[in-house]
């Protein structure tokens, strides 16, 4: 039996904040709920994603894993600020997802992920921006937010107008990411 995975607005959008539903249809916290095939191997009737790696089995996750969305003949849907042309990148944590790593559509859509994020989460805890501008005098805001729930810890951002992301980590890796880091600057300033 072929299993399609609808994928929609409102797989990130309307749903309660448990951490067990899915976030752009994959399993957030848990283990992967399907076979992640090799994009060599892609078939649109079996699967969703591809990966450009092994294939991810749902008991034996690699560390992390780059997933790709398909060409156009998909059978689900995706957010539209959702960037098609780069992979969102998974890390694992004893077989769990601790993070989802996603780029959106740039500056001119970010408003439509704060919105999302925003329905579902509540609003966002801290939110930031910083004016920058180009060696040609143009100037424009780069906004920041940030959301902290029991089980997610989720930051939306752009670096410049065309790169903005999306992630969403578990409370447990973020503190261990967060760790690692100030252990990183700590080194360095020595």
């Known amino acids: 039996m072929t299993k ?12 309660a904040a448990a951490a067990d539903t899915p976030l752009l249809g994959l399993p957030f916290a848990q283990p992967m709920d399907r076979v992640i095939k090799n994009c060599g191997n892609f078939s649109v009737e079996k699967t969703d994603y591809c990966t450009t790696g092994k294939p991810i089995q749902p008991k034996k996750a690699p560390e992390s894993a780059a997933l790709h969305i398909p060409t156009l003949q998909t059978k689900f849907t995706l957010p539209t600020w959702l960037a098609w042309d780069k992979p969102i990148e998974l890390q694992f944590k004893n077989n769990n997802i601790v993070q ?40 424009w805001t780069l906004p920041t937010n940030y959301w902290q729930t029991s089980t997610h810890v989720i930051w939306a951002g752009c670096f410049n107008r065309d790169d903005c992301v999306l992630w969403f980590r578990t409370p447990e890796f973020d503190a261990e990411t967060k760790a690692k880091q100030a252990a990183a600057e700590k080194r360095n300033k020595l």
């Open 100 to 139: 989802i790593f996603s780029y959106t559509r740039g500056i001119d859509n970010y408003s439509d992920v704060v919105k999302a994020v925003t329905e579902r989460f509540g609003k966002p805890s801290r939110t930031s921006s910083e004016t920058v501008q180009n060696a040609f005098g143009a100037k």
């Open 4 to 15: 399609i995975f609808w994928i929609s607005f409102a797989s990130i959008c309307c749903n």
